[in-house]
């Protein structure tokens, strides 16, 4: 009977032990389930996100509006839910000083005896801290594309003194009008064709004003679009001299309207383009002076960006940094009523990608830290000269030589999901290396940007980064999956959220975004400039 009962007993613990297995493999399946579901894309968070920030109460989130408010407090609360701490001294926003510029639209350019009309013809505007500046017969000079570049043999100033002088410039540069893969890039822009150089070389030469001819193809986008990005309130960081080293007047023309300032020099605007095509083309002077008014209402003020972060378990002082900037044109008043420029896909789908993919990394590294920490950046006033980042680039949050690389979001694809990444920027730095292994991972094939006429390389938030040494990748989609976006809802009241989007492209792009960062946050590479270019050099100063 003893043995009897002793068997019993075994097997009663036997099955006591099988079922304790079983309901502890149970358990952690579920557990595993949960956290799986956890790491993946969530896209009603992302519907929900979009339809919130790209809403008519968030008023277009232009910076220093009550959209800005809406905007940067739903984020920082959306960071803290998450349980990441604030990256600026513990807080969520990181102030921005700046200024508010406003354009009285009550101008006319004057060039000879012709006028021309703010906004239809011409903009103008400034990043100097003065209410009023004036072109007083200003002489006229067409120094074609306003390029000064030693490395490729080329001087549009050479020979001629431009001080206080008004220019008239190209837009893009002489590769792209001749598509020469030998003239500086071809058809892809180098920085020397974006306006914002242009603006910058006229600066160190001197000039008063530039005015850049407008043309579609060149420009990559219609004077609708110059026209609404400069007719209304304009922000700058404010140096310590109110910006007197910045030009005067930044302004563009249309066509059109420098046609028939060449036609009145008795000059063919179209000879004195091909002629500009050659190293050794020389200013020419348009025989005429410039008389302009340019009047500016001025409001000094603090802008936000909204700064979070994960802390490296091992190297805390080394950061990944994923970004993306939350504003957008805000609302414009009109004899209509109001025009809402609400950004849906620029870039509310971005921002709350930064969101997403927070959530995600916050839970991986709940369950095996990272490395390195990881900061998640939503920048202020990206549309009117990138400056929240330039803010974040000065190093107030943390000196750019700790910044292993960023990861900047610029507008996603909203439809579904594509066979390929788009890759901005040609053998520039290590990190296209890091986007080929990710994309391969996911079945994907690196494609080139379709539109390197563009320049969009040079046109976000990465470059504050990119021009302070800092490898950057660019994730855009605005257009290659929707051909009607660029002409009919980029940067207009158009670009509307849906809630017929499946988000496809969004989920396997923020997939691909968490790849390379995690690669990053646990590897210990930095990566590096591939190119010999100015980005490679300050990166140098950095880290020699």
């Not at 003020?301 to 940094?321: C, R």
């Not at 040494?469 to 009241?493: A, R």
Request: proline fraction near 4%; charged fraction near 20%; include cysteine.
């Amino acid at each position: 009977m003893p043995m009897i009962k002793f068997k019993t007993s075994c097997l009663l613990l036997s099955l006591a032990l099988v079922a304790c297995s079983e309901n502890t493999t149970q358990t952690t399946t579920a557990n595993n389930v949960e956290d799986n579901l956890e790491q993946k894309v969530n896209l009603q968070h992302i519907h929900q996100d979009i339809k919130i920030l790209a809403s008519d109460k968030f008023a277009g989130r232009g910076p220093l509006t009550v959209g800005e408010t809406l905007t940067i407090n739903y984020l920082a609360d959306q960071y803290k839910k998450i349980g990441l701490s604030g990256a600026f001294n513990g807080e969520y926003l990181q102030p921005v000083e700046m200024a508010k510029l406003t354009p009285n639209q009550e101008m006319t350019l004057t060039i000879g005896d012709l006028n021309f009309n703010a906004g239809s013809d011409f903009t103008a505007r400034t990043q100097q801290i003065q209410p009023i500046i004036e072109l007083d017969n200003s002489d006229v000079i067409f120094v074609g594309y306003g390029i000064n570049a030693p490395e490729y043999q080329w001087n549009d100033f050479a020979d001629i003194d431009v001080k206080g002088k008004t220019l008239v410039v190209l837009v893009n540069d002489p590769g792209f009008a001749t598509q020469d893969n030998t003239l500086f890039t071809g058809n892809a822009m180098t920085y020397y064709g974006r306006w914002t150089y242009k603006y910058e070389e006229a600066a160190r030469q001197g000039a008063a004003a530039v005015f850049i001819v407008h043309e579609t193809a060149p420009a990559a986008y219609p004077w609708s679009v110059v026209e609404s990005s400069n007719t209304g309130s304009k922000y700058t960081l404010i140096d310590n001299n109110k910006n007197a080293s910045q030009i005067p007047i930044m302004g563009w023309i249309d066509v059109e309207a420098a046609e028939a300032v060449f036609s009145q020099a008795g000059l063919d605007y179209h000879q004195l383009k091909q002629k500009a095509l050659q190293p050794d083309f020389k200013a020419v002077s348009l025989k005429s002076t410039a008389n302009l008014t340019l009047e500016n209402q001025l409001t000094m003020a603090k802008s936000h960006n909204v700064v979070a972060q994960l802390t490296g378990s091992e190297a805390p002082d080394e950061y990944i940094v994923i970004s993306a900037h939350w504003d957008h044109f805000g609302t414009s008043e009109t004899e209509t009523g109001p025009k809402i420029f609400n950004g849906a896909v620029d870039n509310a789908s971005g921002t709350a990608a930064t969101v997403e993919i927070a959530r995600i990394m916050a839970k991986m590294h709940q369950s095996k830290p990272f490395k390195r920490s990881i900061i998640f950046a939503n920048f202020t006033a990206e549309e009117t000269g990138l400056i929240g980042s330039e803010q974040f680039a000065n190093g107030d949050i943390i000196p750019t030589k700790q910044m292993v690389a960023l990861l900047n979001i610029d507008g996603m694809n909203v439809l579904d999901s594509v066979d390929y990444i788009l890759q901005y920027g040609k053998g520039l730095s290590e990190m296209e290396d890091y986007l080929a292994k990710a994309a391969k991972a996911q079945g994907r094939k690196v494609k080139m940007d379709p539109r390197p006429q563009n320049g969009l390389f040079f046109r976000s938030d990465h470059f504050s980064l990119a021009k302070q040494g800092v490898p950057s990748l660019l994730f855009m989609s605005l257009g290659d999956t929707d051909p009607e976006y660029i002409t009919h809802k980029y940067h207009k009241e158009a670009d509307d959220y849906s809630e017929n989007w499946s988000l496809g492209g969004v989920e396997q792009d923020i997939e691909l975004i968490i790849d390379i960062a995690t690669q990053l946050a646990n590897n210990g590479d930095w990566p590096k400039w591939k190119a010999e270019s100015d980005f490679k050099n300050r990166r140098l100063q950095d880290r020699p």
